[in-house]
C-alpha cells in the first residue's frame, strides 16, 4: 500500500512543476526599503495540490485511528495514532493561514521548517513514548507473550492502567 501512496505523491507533485512550472524572482516589499529578495514564486495551484493530498491522508488516517480506538489488545495503539494524526492535522490548519500571511519569504521559509520539526517531533512523542515507557517502567508479569511461527517471539503490554503500575 505505501509504494501506491507514495508513487501518487510522486505523480502529484511531479504533474503540478510540470504543468505550474516555480520561477526565481526578485520582489522588494517595501518600496522605500533597500532590501529586495530572490523568491521563488511557485503558483498556489502548484502549492495547494500535494498539501491537498497530504490532507486527504492525514483526514483519512485520523478518521481510521478514531474508528479503531476501542480495538482490542493488539490495536492498542491507534489511540495514539490518532492523537498524532490529529494534533498534524491542527498544526497543518495553523500553519496554512499563518504561511500566505506571511510578510518576508525568509519568514515564510523559517515558519514551515519550523512547522516541519514540530509535526516531527509530536509524531515521535506520540507513536514512541508509550513503546519506551512500556519497555522501561512495565515488568514482564504485566506484558502479554504473543508466539507466532513464522517469527520470534513478540511481547506486548496487556490492558493495564496507569494507576496500576
Known amino acids: 500500500m505505501f509504494p501506491y501512496l507514495f508513487s501518487i505523491q510522486i505523480a502529484v507533485s511531479v504533474s503540478t512543476t510540470i504543468i505550474w512550472p516555480p520561477e526565481a524572482k526578485l520582489r ?6 533597500r532590501h529586495v529578495e530572490l523568491f521563488c514564486d511557485l503558483p ?16 483519512m488516517s485520523a478518521a ?5 480506538r476501542k480495538l482490542p489488545e493488539n490495536f ?5 495514532i490518532f492523537i498524532s ?5 491542527f498544526l497543518w490548519l495553523v ?8 510578510f518576508y519569504a525568509y519568514h515564510q521559509a523559517a515558519l514551515l521548517a ?9 509524531t515521535l512523542l506520540c507513536l514512541y513514548v508509550p513503546k519506551i515507557f512500556a519497555v522501561y517502567f512495565v515488568g514482564e508479569e504485566k506484558m502479554t507473550f504473543l508466539f507466532d511461527e513464522s517469527s520470534a517471539s513478540t511481547a506486548y503490554p496487556s ?7
Do not use: D
Not at 95 to 102: A, C, D, G, N
Open 76 to 80: 492498542n495503539e491507534s489511540w495514539y
Open 28 to 33: 522588494m516589499k517595501v518600496p522605500i526599503e
Open 44 to 59: 498556489l495551484e502548484g502549492f495547494l495540490a500535494p498539501v491537498a493530498y497530504n490532507l486527504t491522508l492525514i483526514i
Open 85 to 89: 494524526v490529529c494534533t498534524t492535522t
Open 159 to 165: 490492558n493495564i492502567e496507569l494507576s496500576e503500575i
Open 64 to 68: 481510521f485511528g478514531f474508528l479503531t
Open 95 to 102: 500553519f496554512l493561514p499563518s504561511y500566505f500571511s506571511t
Open 114 to 122: 519550523f512547522c516541519l520539526l514540530v509535526n516531527a517531533v509530536i
